[in-house]
């Protein structure tokens, strides 16, 4: 499984665009790149995912340049309940058997009014 | 959406005592489930993965005789802390996936549970 890089920690005011940057130098070809969410005391949640160039849901992008070395995380807006810790992960394709997800250290994100 | 429901949510023991964990999947089956342990300002740590109907498969440096795992059916995983002590205390979390429905991405994880051994 591809080792993450991310900053360990963010802070940012409410209503700016927070974007998170993750590197993953050794992504495979066929490993995707997906995003969880963490409150205290909470399991993560799932955010986002994406393979390559752009994925919008509800709540986030998700930029991959061409050569999926890197990833960034978009959150548009934030608010103080953005405030929470973000993964990010690589691991091999959505829907093709189980793949067990190792977690790196993730961003710390603080929203501050 | 997919949810993974667990409990309890919070447990306090005696240390020597046992506690036991569920982790069940609430509308969908899961072959496979995933226990974490996270330690408070830390990532997770992968401690297993639950099999059903076969032993669970531990990670490097898990005692399994500590940490007993049971998956015995498609929507239960239970994880069982034996002989707990005051370092077992931690913030314990499950995950599935469930493969069945299209268009689901990523893993659902539980509320998570807060061990404290006294």
């Known amino acids: 499984l591809a080792k993450t890089t991310q900053p360990i920690s963010m802070d940012s005011y409410e209503g700016q665009e927070v974007n998170i940057t993750c590197s993953h130098n050794?992504?495979?070809?066929?490993?995707?790149i997906t995003w969880y969410q963490q409150f205290p005391s909470q399991g993560p949640r799932f955010i986002i995912q994406?393979?390559?160039t752009k994925v919008t849901n509800e709540v986030a992008s998700l930029f991959i340049p061409a050569d999926r070395k890197s990833s960034t995380l978009s959150l548009p807006r934030v608010s103080l309940s953005d405030t929470a810790v973000y993964y990010c992960?690589?691991?091999?394709?959505?829907?093709?058997?189980?793949?067990?997800?190792?977690f790196g250290t993730g961003t710390r994100l603080l929203v501050s009014p | 959406g997919a949810v993974v429901s667990q409990h309890p949510s919070r447990v306090i023991c005696k240390s020597g005592t046992s506690v036991k964990i569920e982790c069940r999947s609430l509308d969908f089956q899961a072959t496979t489930m995933f226990w974490y342990r996270q330690f408070p300002k830390q990532s997770l740590m992968l401690m297993a993965t639950?099999?059903?109907?076969?032993?669970?498969?531990?990670e490097q440096g898990v005692e399994k005789d500590k940490f007993l795992i049971n998956h015995a059916s498609l929507t239960l995983s239970t994880l069982t802390v034996t002989s707990a002590h005051p370092e077992d205390s931690s913030f314990y979390i499950c995950?599935?996936?469930?493969?069945?429905?299209?268009?689901?991405?990523?893993?659902?994880f539980g509320s998570g549970t807060r061990l404290t051994v006294v």
């Open positions: 050794n992504i495979a070809t066929n490993d995707y």
């Open positions: 995950s599935a996936r469930d493969y069945g429905t299209v268009g689901t991405y990523g893993y659902t």
């Open positions: 992960l690589v691991g091999g394709r959505p829907n093709t058997g189980f793949q067990k997800l190792v």
């Open positions: 639950s099999n059903e109907g076969s032993k669970a498969t531990y």
């Open positions: 994406g393979y390559k």
